[in-house]
């Protein structure tokens, strides 16, 4: 972990994207029909609960009831499609969660950022003391604080606002300590000249540290809003209106009341699927190359 | 850390240290800090020590009477030990799997985006969608897995009700869900590793078999340590999938400790028995995260 300060360093790659090793299989055929073979037989494990949802979400309820393994059983609808929207609690559900999802990663990035540079560079007392509490922090489960959050929140009223979902989840320890890794690796000299020419702290951070920085705040920006859009056990304990729900909350309480309605949850299922899944194929090569960014990829 | 020299910059003046960002920058940072996560793991181990409620808005301190309590209950015994079983179950094919396809995936087939896609989109998915998806795989009469069994001439599965099956049917279920990140982890350490060993290795005569284990393996030491020790802590604190698919059924067969939690704290309405119980697994997660320290230390 201590050594992958040279790791981090941003760099301009190529663009192409990496070709992986031709070695590894050797100039032989059947190497590489064995892999090609293997990796495809992996990837249809992983895209049939995918494609059987969406075979049983295009059919009517009943026809979904038939025995037999085809996934076709009935005529193509889109009726459960229709009757999902026509209830409108999905489209809401996705809203919510793309404000609270959206305030969090900003908040989130904000202060975790400000906060590992002045980890990195302080000068003020107590800042060693902080930082070593900080990084203990990351051991903490977030399942552990859900007890006595709630109670905070009965305390200072929040309970059932959006405040009281997004406020605790801008406290990420993990990405403080992953930023300021990054920043421990960028050379103070560059910093020192703008404070030479006499630019203020903040200028500083702005003009010279944060354009340096563009690659590991995106990573940052990806894990934290994706950990947002996924989180489940606080927004569920500290929500009970449906209109403030999020996505995760929402469907699972309305799992139980579509009962062997397979056909409609499967429907809810992939449109609650979607937004996610094009963000991640608009940004997909940048995702990838995230993991590497963040010095947890490579050692 | 070395303040360096520089005979150019003009002489500090009198008193003042070196220039850097102040206690400002970290402030927006630490006060939620502090308010939300401090705090709480306080007033958590206070709570614990009494016998708060949700019910009841008068609390009285009871000493380690919640902490007894907790040792001597069976419920907490049989979830932590559904809880460790869950790890087991879901890290070791967890690193594996993720493992194989970073392999498979680097080997420079055609197709990169099309196995990346496959593998880490279900990483992208809410939990309620993964279980809303996997709880029609396993229905019972008519979900693919029962007829996928029954079309090959074998006997359809409890894979929810049945006690010796559910736990496996959600590891399963988390396996499929998670190891895009781990397959991630392993994907951008295999393209950052020098290839010169390997080429040298080949020019020696290396097989491909050989170069894996001799060559690529051992030089993914280091990230095989670090993605095992973030998948068991992961593994650890579950919850989410379990609770939705099973509610920890059938016959408690399948809930984690942190649902005993969730049950005794919410459901039960008793906050600081909830409290004492989460701090045993606290206790828990830092004794397994020392222990995978020095065995991994050790072996370096």
Redesign the interface.
């Known amino acids: 972990?201590a050594t992958t300060a040279t790791?981090v360093r941003p760099r301009r790659r190529p663009s192409r994207?990496?070709?992986?090793?031709?070695?590894?299989?050797?100039h032989?055929r059947l190497?590489?029909v064995l892999?090609?073979t293997?990796?495809t037989v992996?990837?249809a494990v992983?895209?049939?609960?995918?494609l059987?949802?969406v075979a049983?979400s295009l059919q009517s309820e009943q026809d979904?009831?038939?025995?037999?393994?085809s996934p076709f059983k009935g005529a193509f609808t889109l009726s459960a499609y229709e009757q999902i929207l026509e209830r409108g609690n999905v489209v809401l559900w996705a809203a919510n969660s793309f404000l609270v999802a959206g305030l969090v990663t900003l908040i989130t990035v904000?202060?975790?950022t400000?906060?590992a540079?002045?980890?990195s560079?302080?000068?003020?007392r107590?800042?060693r003391g902080?930082m070593a509490?900080?990084v203990a922090?990351v051991?903490?489960?977030p399942?552990?604080?859900?007890?006595?959050?709630?109670?905070?929140m009965l305390m200072f009223n929040l309970v059932d606002t959006y405040a009281a979902m997004i406020?605790?989840q801008?406290?990420a320890?993990m990405m403080?300590f992953i930023l300021k890794r990054f920043f421990d690796g960028i050379p103070r000299e560059l910093e020192?000249a703008a404070?030479?020419d006499g630019a203020s702290?903040v200028r500083?951070?702005r003009s010279v540290v944060l354009p340096l920085s563009r690659p590991i705040v995106a990573a940052v920006s990806i894990f934290v809003f994706?950990g947002a859009?996924?989180n489940?056990?606080w927004p569920f304990?500290v929500i009970n209106d449906p209109g403030l729900m999020t996505?995760?909350?929402g469907?699972?309480t309305v799992?139980d009341a579509f009962g062997i309605q397979?056909a409609q949850?499967?429907a809810?299922?992939?449109l609650?699927?979607l937004p996610?899944?094009v963000?991640?194929?608009l940004f997909?090569r940048r995702?990838?190359?995230s993991?590497?960014t963040t010095g947890?990829?490579?050692? | 850390m070395p303040t360096g020299e520089?005979p150019l910059?003009p002489p500090p003046r009198r008193g003042s240290?070196?220039?850097?960002?102040?206690?400002?920058?970290?402030l927006?940072?630490?006060v939620?800090?502090v308010l939300?996560?401090?705090?709480?793991?306080v007033?958590?181990v206070w709570?614990s020590f009494t016998d708060?409620s949700l019910a009841l808005r008068d609390t009285s301190f009871v000493g380690f009477d919640n902490y007894a309590e907790a040792f001597g209950d069976p419920d907490v015994w049989s979830s932590l030990g559904n809880t460790v079983l869950f790890t087991a179950l879901s890290s070791i094919p967890l690193v594996l799997v993720a493992l194989?396809?970073a392999?498979?995936?680097?080997?420079?087939?055609a197709g990169?985006?099309?196995?990346?896609?496959?593998?880490?989109?279900?990483?992208?998915?809410?939990?309620?969608?993964v279980?809303?998806?996997?709880?029609?795989?396993y229905?019972p009469?008519?979900g693919?897995g029962n007829?996928?069994l029954t079309?090959l001439g074998f006997e359809p599965v409890g894979w929810l009700s049945d006690e010796a099956v559910a736990m496996w049917s959600v590891a399963a279920l988390t396996v499929?869900w998670t190891v895009g990140f781990n397959f991630?982890?392993?994907?951008?350490?295999?393209?950052?590793l020098p290839?010169t060993y390997?080429?040298a290795a080949?020019l020696d005569g290396a097989?491909?078999w050989r170069?894996?284990w001799s060559v690529?393996l051992p030089q993914l030491r280091?990230?095989t340590v670090?993605v095992s020790m973030l998948q068991i802590l992961a593994s650890?604190?579950v919850?989410?999938q379990i609770y939705?698919l099973t509610k920890g059924g059938p016959n408690g067969s399948t809930r984690p400790i942190?649902e005993y939690?969730?049950d005794v704290?919410?459901t039960g309405y008793r906050?600081g028995y909830?409290?004492a119980v989460?701090?045993v697994?606290?206790a828990l997660?830092?004794v397994v995260?020392l222990a995978q320290l020095r065995l991994f230390r050790q072996e370096d």
Not at chain 2, 112 to 129: D, E, G, I, K, M
Request: glycine share 8%; charged share 10%.
């Open positions: 972990m790791a994207e990496p070709a992986g090793s031709p070695l590894l299989l050797g032989g190497p590489r892999a090609g293997a990796l992996l990837a992983w895209l049939l609960p995918f059987w949802a049983t979904v009831s038939k025995p037999g393994l904000a202060i975790s400000l906060a540079y002045g980890f560079r302080g000068t003020f107590g800042r902080l509490v900080t922090a051991m903490v489960p399942q552990l604080l859900v007890v006595p959050l709630f109670e905070q406020l605790p801008v406290v320890p403080v020192d404070r030479l702290e500083v951070f994706i859009w996924n489940f056990l304990i996505l995760p909350v469907l699972a799992k397979y949850s499967m809810s299922a992939l609650a699927a996610l899944v963000v991640f194929l997909q995702i990838v190359s993991v590497a947890l990829g490579g050692s | 520089r910059s240290r070196r220039r850097g960002p102040g206690l400002l920058f970290v927006p940072f630490a939620p800090f939300f996560l401090v705090w709480p793991v007033q958590g709570m708060s194989v396809m392999l498979l995936v680097h080997s420079g087939l990169q985006w099309v196995w990346r896609l496959s593998f880490f989109v279900p990483y992208l998915l809410p939990v309620t969608v279980t809303l998806i996997w709880t029609w795989l229905q009469d008519i693919l007829e996928l079309t499929w991630l982890l392993y994907l951008a350490a295999l393209q950052s290839t390997d080429e080949a097989g491909a170069r894996l690529t280091r990230t670090l650890l604190k919850f989410d939705i942190l939690v969730y704290g919410f906050l909830a409290s989460s701090y697994f606290f997660v830092i995260s």
